[in-house]
T-cell receptor, first 115, second 113 residues
Framework: AQSVTQLGSHVSVSEGALVLLRCNYSSSVPPYLFWYVQYPNQGLQLLLKYTSAATLVKGINGFEAEFKKSETSFHLTKPSAHMSDAAEYFCAVSAPTGANSKLTFGKGITLSVRP | DAGVIQSPRHEVTEMGQEVTLRCKPISGHDYLFWYRQTMMRGLELLIYFNNNVPIDDSGMPEDRFSAKMPNASFSTLKIQPSEPRDSAVYFC???????????FGSGTRLTVV
């Protein structure tokens, strides 16, 4: 079965600083990978997805993530944090063509942005 | 498309009462998922449907929970009788495929007192 690990539960950065949210995956087949964002009192919104095309994936709101097979990672980055980026971020993995290919979500990381 | 629509947005009920949560998926999406989110347990998949048929209900906590999908545009999650530990945010999501990105609704915040 596939899984993702998001180390830590909270990241705090200053406005304008680099955002780096880490995600490592485990999958027995080449995975699909996703990042979702959840703003307070809202549902999860898809930020970006990797589905075996380009390894560097660009998403909404200036976020991007790079698929690194050798490191089994799919870290989310943004060059310059905005106050509006404060939210919870979830990494998710699926195993296309696998017997149990539904999305598996990580525990989430809360991003705080300091003025 | 209006996205995945859930109702009600908030529900407060007394212990022992029946609660019904509703979901309208995106038209054309063959998969529908029910999730529960709590601080303690995070995001949990309760059940999912494919073409209105329940496929995996292994996440349903106990017999008090039931879900139906009578047609492609409507699903319900029922809790009977409700208990305080059922207090959570319940999300519905839909998707074109099982392994692809899911679109989530805004959720129903359930409080059982």
């Amino acid at each position: 079965a596939q899984s993702v690990t998001q180390l830590g539960s909270h990241v705090s950065v200053s406005e304008g600083a680099l955002v780096l949210l880490r995600c490592n995956y485990s999958s027995s087949v080449p995975p699909y990978l996703f990042w979702y964002v959840q703003y307070p009192n809202q549902g999860l919104q898809l930020l970006l997805k990797y589905t075996s095309a380009a390894t560097l994936v660009k998403g909404i709101n200036g976020f991007e993530a790079e698929f690194k097979k050798s490191e089994t990672s799919f870290h989310l980055t943004k060059p310059s944090a905005h106050m509006s980026d404060a939210a919870e971020y979830f990494c998710a993995v699926s195993a296309p063509t696998g017997a149990n290919s539904k999305l598996t979500f990580g525990k989430g990381i809360t991003l705080s942005v300091r003025p | 498309d209006a996205g995945v629509i859930q109702s009600p947005r908030h529900e407060v009920t007394e212990m022992g009462q029946e609660v019904t949560l509703r979901c309208k998926p995106i038209s054309g999406h063959d998969y529908l998922f029910w999730y529960r989110q709590t601080m303690m347990r995070g995001l949990e998949l309760l059940i999912y449907f494919n073409n209105n048929v329940p496929i995996d209900d292994s996440g349903m906590p106990e017999d008090r929970f039931s879900a139906k999908m009578p047609n492609a545009s409507f699903s319900t999650l029922k809790i009977q009788p409700s208990e305080p530990r059922d207090s959570a945010v319940y999300f519905c999501a839909s998707s074109l495929a099982l392994d692809y990105g899911y679109t989530f609704g805004s959720g129903t915040r359930l409080t059982v007192v």
